[in-house]
């Protein structure tokens, strides 16, 4: 999992402070920030406003909130990501077998981000519902990227995880591509203040 054990070496702006905060440490602190990653968060919170409130009084007026949620119509939430929460909820013969060919190709219940006993997807952002969220928690999106295609959909990870041209070629692809099409949104967001 991401920890500031991992950030601190690769950082070389001395004016850069990397921390890995809870929801609830920051609901308690009093402390404003210029920036703040939420990623890969959203899409597994019932609630997600409701952090998106705490982020909001955690950031300086000025600050930026980075979002990156998987595009819950994209082509591994459709592919790979529904039909295995689907298996999962079943949990027959065939649930058993996908554990099992995941674990062959070493695939286990772990991401880089989380070591969550429970990575579920509650949430199915696209690009309009994210901005609906944004908005009804007074955050304006100011900019709007897009992540990749079918680099992470199985079989084609087995191949682009290992061979960069093959990431940067689905890059590519995917900045071609309408927003519908892309694996994720990587967003940076604002706050709407009153003035």
């Not at 402390?31 to 955690?58: D, F």
């Not at 079918?150 to 191949?159: A, G, H, N, R, T």
């Amino acid at each position: 999992p991401i920890t500031k054990d991992f950030f601190y070496p690769l950082n070389e702006l001395p004016n850069v402070n990397f921390q890995v905060v809870s929801a609830e440490q920051l609901a308690i602190s009093n402390e404003k920030y210029h920036a703040v990653v939420c990623s890969e968060v959203l899409e597994h919170l019932n609630e997600p406003h409701k952090l998106l409130n705490v982020l909001y009084h955690s950031l300086k007026n000025e600050g930026v909130l980075i979002v990156t949620v998987p595009n819950g119509k994209g082509p591994r939430e459709v592919f790979v990501t529904k039909p295995v929460q689907s298996l999962k909820k079943k949990n027959n013969w065939l649930w058993k077998f996908v554990q099992w060919v995941k674990k062959i190709f070493g695939y286990g219940g772990t991401t880089v981000q989380s070591s969550a006993d429970d990575l579920t997807h509650i949430q199915f952002f696209t690009k309009k519902s994210l901005e609906q969220l944004a908005d009804t928690t007074s955050f304006k999106i100011v900019r709007f990227g897009k992540t990749n295609f079918i680099e992470d959909v199985f079989p084609f990870s087995l191949f682009t995880k290992r061979i960069k041209f093959l990431q940067k070629l689905d890059c590519a692809v995917a900045e071609k591509l309408p927003h519908t099409l892309n694996g994720g949104f990587v967003t940076v967001w604002k706050k709407k203040v009153s003035v």
